[in-house]
């Protein structure tokens, strides 16, 4: 049998979980691809483990999850957890509560003015005053409930829900006239949703999409910029997030449906739609048996921007980084069983100099940490506590045709030395504290029936604090015609993967 040179296989790569597991089996979950910036780098790409939770406010008197967040200035947010409206300062401290709502589990949506914010909850619409301190209903007969709200050029706009319209407020005021609305013209499919993106509205129908913009109009601002049909609905009115690029140009993504069918993930290029989404990932969507509940926000870290889509009733979450092109599944352990399940957030603001998420279970919010991989941690002065935070790569297919490959070293091309000073407590499966990290190790599983099942595996350790010549090897890993690797981290340590080899000999 011949013996194989040192060889490197594919192993930074996203999600693509194919309907037959045979095809493609690929996982890649709580990392990101990160390619080189240099042209010099000891690979091409690596993959990055996503950022810990860190707790950064919570209110035991929420009723309910974080529904909502923004920005007012530099200094105030507005939360709504539960029935709760809540400002909070830079520091993350509750000033006061401004009043409540009623107490639903459901998104809303607000935009400020710069003096007010509207917010919407689908039936019913308030303002809200920081300054003020005050809570107030909108009890305007012309106002008929809306689902989102943005604001632009001094209007808040807004939608008309179970219609083809859109309204706005006075000018630089919360008043509606009954008079300013207008309508999608593409096509006669409802509106679900729109969306401000380089200052024009995208209306975001069942079926299509279209821009307007303000020409100027006394009689009623905006209008529809010919020729900028988009034969791209919306499925879920939540999933539209706007994202804007290092060259300051915005982009808006959403999950579409039309008049062929629905599933796809799309943002615009110009007045263009394009696919983002792919087979695999539209395969999964498709198995889900609601969509139409999607929630989608973005968020920027270290120059990547990702494009956070969660799936509450299938209990899904999916990130597209723009910079790798890649989709990753996001997730969150229980402690209690060990199961993996949708992301903890739901929303997103820049404040304070932090990437703030919501809770959408508890009135929690977070701060994205790149260097804690804990979730829902809380600093006790000298380390981070908190759940488990995994990070799995399930590799690509390695097969030679029908020969045999025998598999006498694998080696993971990893940062190493990276344990902790002491062990850290982490909730383990079962909700019983675990102590970990100060010798870590990876979970090295591997399958021979195409990636459907995982019954071998041992642990690689990963070298103690400073041992950065330690290596993640593992030897004598049997044979197979059709092999699959699975590498788990569940350590609160960091994780950097830039490869892997594995030395094959190939046998008939």
């Given at each position: 049998?011949?013996?194989?040179?040192?060889?490197?296989?594919p192993?930074?790569?996203?999600?693509?979980?194919?309907?037959?597991?045979?095809?493609?089996?690929?996982r890649t979950?709580n990392?990101?691809?990160?390619?080189?910036?240099?042209?010099?780098?000891?690979?091409?790409?690596?993959?990055?483990?996503?950022?810990g939770?860190?707790?950064?406010?919570?209110?035991?008197?929420?009723?309910?999850?974080?529904?909502g967040?923004?920005?007012?200035?530099?200094?105030?947010?507005v939360v709504?957890?539960?029935?709760?409206?809540d400002?909070?300062?830079?520091?993350?401290?509750?000033?006061?509560?401004?009043g409540?709502?009623?107490?639903l589990?459901?998104?809303?949506?607000?935009?400020?003015?710069?003096?007010?914010?509207?917010m919407?909850?689908?039936?019913?619409?308030?303002?809200?005053?920081?300054?003020?301190?005050?809570?107030t209903?909108?009890?305007?007969?012309?106002?008929?409930?809306?689902?989102?709200?943005?604001?632009?050029?001094?209007y808040?706009?807004?939608?008309?829900?179970?219609?083809?319209?859109?309204?706005?407020?006075?000018l630089?005021?919360?008043?509606?006239?009954?008079?300013?609305?207008?309508?999608?013209?593409?096509a006669?499919?409802?509106?679900?949703?729109?969306?401000?993106?380089?200052?024009?509205?995208?209306?975001?129908?069942?079926?299509t999409?279209?821009?307007h913009?303000?020409?100027g109009?006394?009689d009623?601002p905006?209008e529809?910029?010919?020729?900028?049909?988009?034969?791209?609905?919306?499925?879920?009115?939540?999933?539209?997030?706007?994202?804007?690029?290092?060259?300051?140009?915005?982009?808006a993504?959403?999950?579409?449906?039309?008049?062929a069918?629905?599933?796809?993930v799309?943002?615009?290029?110009?007045y263009?739609?394009?696919?983002?989404?792919?087979?695999?990932?539209e395969f999964?969507?498709?198995?889900?048996s609601?969509?139409?509940d999607?929630v989608?926000?973005?968020?920027?870290q270290?120059?990547?921007?990702?494009?956070?889509?969660?799936?509450?009733?299938?209990?899904a979450?999916?990130?597209?980084?723009?910079?790798?092109?890649?989709?990753?599944?996001?997730?969150?352990?229980?402690?209690?069983?060990?199961?993996?399940?949708?992301?903890?957030?739901?929303?997103?603001?820049?404040?304070?100099?932090?990437?703030?998420?919501?809770?959408?279970?508890?009135?929690?919010?977070?701060?994205?940490?790149?260097?804690?991989?804990?979730?829902?941690?809380?600093?006790?002065?000298?380390?981070?506590?908190?759940?488990?935070?995994?990070?799995?790569?399930?590799?690509?297919?390695?097969?030679?045709?029908?020969?045999?490959?025998?598999?006498?070293?694998?080696?993971?091309?990893?940062?190493?030395?990276?344990g902790?000073?002491?062990?850290a407590?982490?909730?383990?499966?079962?909700?019983?504290?675990?102590?970990?990290?100060?010798?870590?190790?990876?979970?090295?599983?591997?399958?021979?029936?195409g990636?459907?099942?995982?019954?071998?595996?041992?642990?690689?350790?990963?070298?103690?604090?400073?041992?950065k010549?330690?290596?993640?090897?593992?030897?004598r890993?049997?044979?197979?015609?059709?092999?699959?690797?699975?590498?788990?981290?569940?350590?609160?340590?960091?994780?950097?993967?830039?490869?892997?080899?594995?030395?094959?000999?190939?046998?008939?």
């Amino acid at each position: 049998m011949p013996q194989a040179p040192l060889n490197q296989f594919p192993f930074v790569g996203g999600s693509y979980l194919a309907r037959s597991r045979n095809f493609d089996a690929q996982r890649t979950v709580n990392l990101y691809a990160e390619t080189s910036g240099s042209g010099n780098s000891k690979s091409i790409a690596c993959l990055i483990g996503t950022p810990g939770t860190v707790d950064w406010n919570s209110s035991a008197a929420a009723a309910g999850g974080v529904r909502g967040q923004i920005r007012f200035s530099a200094d105030v947010a507005v939360v709504v957890r539960g029935k709760n409206v809540d400002k909070i300062d830079a520091t993350g401290t509750v000033s006061t509560t401004l009043g409540t709502i009623p107490n639903l589990s459901t998104p809303v949506s607000m935009a400020s003015n710069g003096i007010v914010i509207m917010m919407v909850t689908g039936p019913e619409g308030y303002v809200i005053d920081p300054t003020a301190g005050t809570v107030t209903q909108i009890v305007d007969p012309d106002f008929y409930g809306a689902d989102v709200v943005w604001f632009i050029n001094g209007y808040f706009v807004f939608n008309k829900p179970g219609t083809q319209q859109y309204q706005i407020t006075r000018l630089y005021s919360t008043v509606i006239d009954p008079l300013d609305f207008a309508s999608a013209e593409g096509a006669p499919d409802l509106l679900i949703s729109l969306i401000v993106v380089n200052n024009e509205v995208l209306l975001l129908g069942e079926n299509t999409a279209e821009f307007h913009a303000n020409s100027g109009n006394p009689d009623f601002p905006f209008e529809l910029i010919r020729g900028t049909l988009i034969e791209q609905g919306c499925a879920a009115k939540f999933s539209a997030a706007k994202m804007t690029d290092g060259n300051g140009v915005g982009t808006a993504f959403w999950l579409t449906r039309n008049e062929a069918g629905q599933g796809m993930v799309v943002r615009n290029v110009g007045y263009q739609p394009q696919r983002i989404s792919d087979h695999a990932l539209e395969f999964a969507i498709q198995n889900y048996s609601r969509i139409d509940d999607a929630v989608g926000y973005t968020y920027q870290q270290e120059g990547h921007n990702f494009y956070m889509l969660s799936f509450p009733t299938a209990n899904a979450t999916w990130c597209y980084d723009t910079s790798a092109e890649l989709w990753h599944e996001r997730a969150w352990r229980n402690p209690v069983d060990g199961s993996l399940n949708r992301h903890r957030t739901w929303n997103h603001m820049f404040f304070g100099g932090k990437n703030l998420v919501g809770d959408w279970a508890v009135g929690t919010i977070y701060e994205f940490d790149l260097d804690v991989q804990v979730d829902r941690a809380i600093f006790d002065g000298a380390n981070y506590f908190g759940e488990t935070l995994p990070a799995i790569r399930q590799c690509p297919h390695l097969s030679s045709g029908d020969l045999w490959q025998i598999f006498d070293r694998l080696w993971i091309d990893m940062e190493t030395g990276v344990g902790l000073f002491r062990d850290a407590v982490v909730n383990a499966a079962g909700g019983s504290p675990s102590s970990v990290g100060k010798n870590p190790q990876l979970l090295l599983e591997w399958s021979d029936d195409g990636g459907h099942t995982f019954p071998n595996s041992m642990l690689v350790p990963i070298g103690k604090l400073g041992e950065k010549r330690a290596r993640a090897v593992a030897r004598r890993l049997g044979k197979s015609r059709d092999r699959v690797f699975r590498v788990t981290i569940t350590d609160p340590v960091k994780r950097v993967f830039n490869g892997a080899g594995c030395n094959v000999r190939v046998a008939a």
